[in-house]
């Protein structure tokens, strides 16, 4: 993907988030200082840092998860198109229905495969069974699961293994038909296969959807992300493109990072 | 400073004296702690087998099915069976909603603060009280400030006090039990608070919800302090099998305990061990039927056996 996008047309792509000047709080401690990023459409969006660095923290402020954190606080606008998700008429129903999430551990339903899939779409009111069969289908073809349950719809999502556990979870947020994606570090808890299929999968859901993963792979948002967004103690340090970012950092501490100095 | 270090000397791999002190200590104490488990089984046991043994002969259709005698031999514990499960159904009908809505509340809703922490506290004082003190308390308001008289309404609902502490800790374990990332995982799809209760919340924690319930069920079903001084000493001779709530209502445990201390009928213990063992095979049932009925709901509710 890096190779067959030039720079200049990586820069034309179209604006899907855009993060100004946020500041994200827990409490008295600010977690995330003055963040500012643009996210464009239908390209990944890696973000990375060290442990502790808010990368997670900014991505759950993108669907407004900080909502349910009591005593979290999110300043400064984030614009989803033309909108504030934060803005006085924003609602979180709508926000994550249009932003997915795919969370760091596997989080299947203890439903069957097929409940775990319809189930954003029947909370949307989706109640029609032919609908609900042909989403179900479509989104775990997205998610390059089909073909392993297929026959097994109505077994429990627990008797999965983590890897396909994972691809059911981005099945369930693809099931929505959102227009981003959001990972924290959806393969850190499975097993190199399992991870090299995911990142398959990243690079094909790119067509349809905008993808912004955080990871602590510099390798993994080497090979799938577009642009690259480096976290250190709260602030963004560096952004740009991918290539760029792994080649020609400009920032001493984004290459004393991606070079192993620290982290 | 160079560190030197010695070579240390050969040793032998066989045991010394000191391994084999310390072999002789866990062999005892894995002895003893199996004894003390083990114990529990011996109990059980022993206390089911001397029970059996005690009231086998009373089981006979016309006892369990036949009506209690005042004075003569031959009286049976059918009425007695019936208000048993009267009053169990009855206060699970009232304590369930109660202690669920509450449970949900207190788990889901709630933030931490006062409230929350009065009514925990609440909950824990009322656990707190015998239910000798809960009998005197329904004996007051529901028997003689309602005019009621001994009712199952009364037995019922002094019974629903008594117990919505546990059932309230029951249904909170059963929501804490369930992780935190399924709510997120239903939130970040766009679900409602309510909806991710109702939907994965209350569903995932509805195998351990039911084997608790029917948990409590048995110690209803057991409850005879509370009783005496709200359900009455009595079945109404001319309607054994009352369906109004307002009827006076003697369970099996309070019936093994009047026949015991109160009762001049001359076949006292044919009563009292073959009411003792119909009674211990009711809430061995409970216990077993909580095990297959939370099971089979989970299984139905997440597709999964275990």
């Not at chain 1, 981003?180 to 399992?194: F, R």
């Not at chain 1, 250190?232 to 290459?255: D, M, Y």
């Not at chain 2, 037995?155 to 935190?180: I, K, M």
Request: charged fraction near 15%; include cysteine; hydrophobic fraction near 45%.
């Amino acid at each position: 993907m890096i190779d067959a996008s030039p720079t200049d047309t990586l820069a034309a792509a179209a604006d899907k988030i855009v993060a100004k000047d946020m500041d994200v709080f827990y409490g008295s401690f600010q977690a995330i200082k003055h963040a500012s990023l643009t996210m464009k459409a239908q390209h990944v969006t890696a973000l990375i840092g060290p442990s502790g660095c808010g990368k997670s923290t900014f991505l759950r402020a993108l669907n407004r998860m900080h909502d349910l954190t009591p005593g979290a606080r999110v300043e400064g606008c984030v614009m989803l198109d033309d909108e504030d998700i934060y803005g006085p008429d924003a609602d979180p129903v709508v926000i994550r229905h249009r932003i997915g999430m795919v969370f760091q551990r596997p989080n299947p339903f203890p439903k069957t495969i097929y409940e775990n899939v319809v189930y954003g779409p029947r909370i949307h009111g989706e109640h029609s069974r032919s609908a609900l069969d042909g989403i179900a289908e479509h989104a775990l073809k997205q998610a390059a699961l089909w073909d392993e349950v297929k026959d097994r719809m109505h077994r429990s999502a627990l008797d999965l293994s983590g890897g396909q556990q994972q691809r059911l979870c981005i099945a369930r947020a693809v099931a929505l038909n959102p227009e981003v994606i959001l990972m924290d570090e959806p393969a850190s808890a499975l097993d190199p296969i399992a991870t090299s299929k995911i990142e398959d999968l990243i690079g094909q859901l790119t067509d349809a959807y905008t993808v912004v993963i955080v990871t602590h792979s510099m390798q993994q948002a080497a090979r799938i992300s577009d642009f690259t967004a480096f976290f250190h103690l709260g602030e963004i340090v560096e952004v740009g493109p991918t290539n760029q970012i792994f080649t020609h950092p400009k920032e001493k501490r984004t290459e004393d990072y991606i070079t192993g100095r620290f982290g | 400073m160079a560190m030197t270090t010695a070579v240390p000397p050969r040793r032998s791999v066989s045991a010394t004296e000191s391994v084999r002190a310390r072999k002789i200590a866990d062999a005892v104490a894995t002895a003893v702690l199996w004894v003390m488990a083990s114990s529990i089984v011996v109990m059980l046991a022993a206390f089911i087998i001397y029970m059996v043994y005690l009231g086998w002969h009373a089981l006979s259709l016309s006892f369990i099915f036949g009506v209690p005698k005042e004075t003569t031999a031959g009286g049976g514990i059918g009425p007695e069976i019936y208000n048993s499960f009267y009053i169990l159904i009855l206060t699970l009908l009232f304590t369930t909603p109660i202690a669920v809505a509450a449970g949900v509340f207190l788990q889901e809703y709630a933030k931490p603060g006062l409230f929350r922490n009065i009514v925990q506290f609440s909950a824990e004082s009322l656990a707190t009280v015998p239910s000798v003190v809960m009998g005197l308390f329904g004996l007051l308001v529901f028997v003689y400030t309602f005019h009621w008289g001994y009712t199952a309404l009364g037995g019922a609902l002094t019974l629903t006090v008594l117990n919505l502490p546990a059932l309230l800790r029951v249904t909170q374990e059963a929501l804490l039990s369930v992780p935190d990332s399924l709510r997120e995982a239903s939130m970040g799809l766009g679900g409602t608070k309510w909806q991710t209760i109702t939907r994965v919340v209350l569903p995932s924690a509805i195998g351990r919800l039911t084997t608790g319930i029917v948990l409590i069920a048995g110690r209803i079903y057991g409850e005879t302090a509370a009783l005496i001084f709200t359900a009455g000493l009595s079945v109404t001779g001319n309607h054994p099998y009352d369906i109004n709530p307002f009827h006076t209502a003697e369970t099996l445990a309070v019936h093994l305990w009047y026949t015991h201390s109160e009762s001049i009928v001359p076949d006292v213990d044919r009563i009292g061990n073959g009411s003792a063992l119909v009674l211990l095979i009711m809430v061995l049932l409970f216990n077993v039927s909580a095990r297959i009925v939370g099971r089979a709901l989970t299984k139905h509710f997440t597709g999964r056996s275990s």
